[in-house]
């Protein structure tokens, strides 16, 4: 098959959606299939074999310079004009005017492929991919509805700032703003012709959410690459670690804020978050107002064997999350054999398994309940043992980029026959 891949953003290091790129494209060419990924910024990584076409944006939230306003020089065509006047009404484009500009640049190449398959990018455009004489299929991790739900329990309607009269802020009507996109979500997504999901939990909130008739939805496993191997070196005692986007609600990290201040009255640990923090943002204060500056370090940056390496030192790692359509991290961390405290959330308990060797289970948002759990699993390092080797093996039996690539290219040439089938 000739495959052209989307993903209107694709951040190699943070998040799932740049590494599902680079591991699937790998395996789809390894298999002998042709993959051609198109994308805007930020750029995924690719492996050899796998070709990248950039479709820029005006790159509207790079790092460092976020919300930017471009000099009248970078703009090239009325969708440029259009994703930075819908930023500056505090919704997010991208996802739109992504889909506008990789239309125009199929519209061309046409006859180099025979299948368009989209990373979760669902905007309506993309269905005009069918019209150019290309069938289409879409990847959907969860659906985003999920994370505004959560992130709107979180805002408030209004603040007071210390020593001053109330001061109306309206966060809510911001999220829904932010979220606007969501709209166009909900219109594409049950007009595709098949989706993937990578749990039967996503499945079911993608049914609910988005309407998408259920005979239309693949399940298929994420899977973890070989790098992440159990550690050669000592743990470090006492070291806790996460995986998470620091300031966003649905990662539960306020949660493991909590519970750590509660720990660390008795026992000498420190916590490693693996992200790069908002500059006071609620992670920084939170963990300022617990008074806990001192045992909290963050990393982000990492190479694969860095990240790797620092998952292999931890005495045990915490996947707090009040969310998940699938949680990467977390089956990564258990081919590490690093022992796991984790939330009841979304996919993740598919992840660890129903038999609980592979983790302890906790209901997402119970502080009580999470500083317990990591305090019993400190306290037993056999346990521990046997969790990280159960681990281990659960992944080596369920969770191989080969396997999610044989899959997934099985889903695409039977979506091309379908195609085929109608158009004859």
């Known amino acids: 098959m000739r495959i052209a891949m989307l993903s209107y953003r694709s951040k190699p290091h943070v998040g799932g959606q740049g590494i599902y790129i680079r591991r699937l494209t790998r395996e789809l060419v390894a298999l002998g299939h042709t993959v051609e990924v198109f994308s805007g910024q930020p750029y995924p990584e690719l492996d050899e074999g796998v070709t990248l ?3 820029p944006s005006l790159d509207l939230y790079r790092p460092g310079d976020e919300f930017r306003n471009p000099r009248p020089s970078e703009y090239r065509d009325l969708i ?27 519209k061309r190449r046409v006859d180099d492929f025979d299948i368009v398959f989209d ?11 069918e019209d150019l004489g290309l069938p289409l299929a879409a990847t959907i991790h969860h659906p985003i509805t999920m994370d505004r739900r959560i992130e709107l329990a979180a805002a ?9 009269k109330w001061r109306f802020e309206l966060p809510k009507i911001g999220v829904w703003r932010w979220y606007s996109f969501l709209t166009e979500q909900k219109r594409t997504a049950p007009r595709l012709r098949r989706v993937v999901v990578p749990s039967e939990s996503s499945k079911r909130d993608v049914v609910r959410e988005f309407g998408v008739d259920p005979a239309r939805i693949e399940t298929i496993l994420l899977g973890v690459d070989d790098r992440f191997v159990p550690p ?23 949660v493991l804020l909590e ?17 790069k923090p908002k500059a006071g943002g609620v992670t920084e204060k939170l963990i300022d107002r617990l008074g806990i500056v001192d045992r909290v370090s963050f990393a982000n940056g990492l190479t694969d064997d860095e990240l790797v390496a620092l998952m292999g030192s931890a005495e045990l790692a915490c996947v707090p999350s009040l969310y998940e359509g699938f949680s990467l991290p977390t089956a990564e961390l258990m081919a590490c054999e690093t022992p796991l405290v984790v939330s009841r959330a979304g996919a993740i308990p598919e992840v660890v398994g129903p038999d609980g060797l592979c983790a302890d289970v906790v209901e997402p948002g119970d502080v009580g309940a999470l500083t317990s759990a990591v305090a019993a699993l400190l ?13 281990r093996r659960r992944v080596k039996e369920l969770f191989s980029w080969t396997a999610v690539a044989a899959s997934t290219a099985a889903v695409l040439e039977d979506v091309i026959a379908e195609y085929k089938a109608e158009k004859a």
């Open 53 to 55: 076409t950039k479709v």
């Open 80 to 106: 440029d004009v259009e994703e930075w006047l819908t930023m500056r009404s505090g919704a997010f484009p991208e996802p739109m005017t992504f889909s506008k500009r990789v239309v125009k640049v199929l």
């Open 156 to 164: 408030v309607w209004a603040k007071r700032k210390a020593g001053s």
């Open 232 to 254: 050669t070196e000592p743990r470090v005692p006492g070291r806790i670690l996460a995986m998470a986007s620091a300031d966003a609600p649905l990662k539960g990290i306020s």
């Open 119 to 129: 990373n979760q990018t669902l905007a309506t455009p993309l269905l005009g991919v």
């Open 379 to 391: 306290d037993d390092p056999a346990r521990r043992a046997e969790m990280g080797a159960a681990g």
């Open 259 to 275: 519970a750590f201040a509660k720990l660390v009255v008795e026992r000498d640990l420190e916590l490693v978050l693996v992200t």
